[in-house]
DNA sequence: CAGGTAAGTTTGAATCGTCAAACTTTTTGG
DNA sequence: CCAAAAAGTTTGACGATTCAAACTTACCTG
């Protein structure tokens, strides 16, 4: 099995090559949403490689082969139901989850993982709206479209956050904006770059568009 | 916080040094118990001096300060809230959470482990009827004698199983042996080195005296 | 008490993960 | 096209943890 360190890697190349267009993930990228020097960064991931769980060729990207994508998603999928668990189970707030759920997910047995899934009911979605993947590595493809693209008067429903940050988490969660929630945009201000959002039951909400931009969405 | 490791070391020495009459654990003994080879346990022991953890003279025998054994006590408590979980809540078989709980209280926060308490109501014992530490430290004293030491005709109640091998734990729990159990002991045959116990609704079973060492009891 | 055995210690080496700092290559904006 | 700036690579070092093997001390047994 990778280690704890390589399994933190694993899962920053996933998540930075998938949202990037040429599907290569950058070591500066790398080592900063690892928390590492970029020196370090370079030097893992030729370790990586050598163990079959990347490729990348000197100053070019750098992607996952198969069998580390694999490991990649298996990561993903124990963060993701360790993070429903707290929140569901334990009754843990979900601005606090993530950070639990990155120590928790290298120390825990598939045996105790499959048990956790069946607890939950084979829960599809994490607390933050992000897709489970299956023990098989299947993942559902995830729909919508930042908050940020959408027009006044737009009804939308909100499906998932991707900012982790327990700042942002509980902000917008004061104001109704969590996974499933309807809303309304209320208004948009190009000249202050701010957005306004009003979630039935709760005070209309204006950020910036930036923000916004973390809030996925679909119609509604 | 104490490394991964060291956990594993503080441990070992606290439950070593609990059941010697000195009150010192040996380096041999620790190093079987960490699953090391002596000299590491030696070179450890020595680091964990110098952190204040543990105190011992070269040759002479390990005990642990009083940093280290309230170290030891919050490792065991989430060890054993671990396995409380893990047999209550996700239903495994109480003969592989020991080593589940092995790799997981290293990774537990202690906002994680009080939710947990919570979740379980506060328990007081595990799955191997060992006392649960309060998160102040304070652990309940354990009664009950060894089973080997019971007459026939004793009625008995089963408190502790101290083997906490999966292959044993699994063999007693076929003859309804577990915590809270009632029993008579049936007999015993000192030219076999066998004791026979009987609890209401199993067959009976026989075992080496040796064996019943591992199962504490109190008369019921 | 004298050996012999068991227990404990030291040393030298290896691996992993990390950093800082020097260096190299690529990219980018005039 | 060309000089900074940005990105990436290497190297040397370090702390943590471990092992094997040589060595030392303590404990027992006849
Ligand atoms: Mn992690
Ligand atoms: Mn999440
Ligand atoms: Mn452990
Ligand atoms: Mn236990």
New binding site residues.
């Given amino acids: 099995m ?5 399994e ?2 694993l899962k920053a190349i996933y998540s930075l090559s998938r949202e990037s267009p040429t599907g290569e ?7 900063t949403l ?14 990586m490689a050598g163990a079959k769980l990347a490729k ?7 992607r996952l082969t198969a069998r580390g994508e694999r490991a990649a998603i298996d990561v993903q999928r124990r963060h993701r139901l360790i993070e429903t668990f707290l929140v569901e189970t334990l009754k843990l707030d979900w601005s606090i989850v993530h950070a639990e759920a990155e120590r928790l997910e290298h120390a825990i047995s598939s045996v105790v993982l499959e048990a956790l899934d069946i607890h939950l009911h084979h829960p599809s979605v994490d607390p933050h709206g992000d897709p489970i993947p299956g023990p098989d590595g299947k993942i559902r493809t995830e729909r919508g479209a930042a908050l940020s693209t959408f027009a006044p008067g737009s009804k939308i429903r909100v499906a998932r956050i991707t900012d982790q940050g327990p700042a942002f988490l509980s902000f917008i969660a004061e104001h109704g904006l969590r996974p499933g929630t309807k809303a309304i945009v209320a208004a948009t201000e190009s000249a202050a770059q701010s957005i306004t959002v009003h979630a039935s039951g709760y005070a209309a909400v204006t950020m910036a568009v930036a923000a916004a931009e973390s809030i996925i969405c679909e119609s509604a």
Avoid at 38 to 45: D, F, K, L, N, R
Avoid at 56 to 62: L, S, T
């Fill in positions: 990778a280690s704890e360190a390589i933190n890697y993930a950058g070591m500066k990228a790398i080592a690892t928390g590492v020097t970029v020196g370090t960064a370079s030097t893992m991931v030729k370790r990348y060729e000197r100053f070019g990207g750098v």
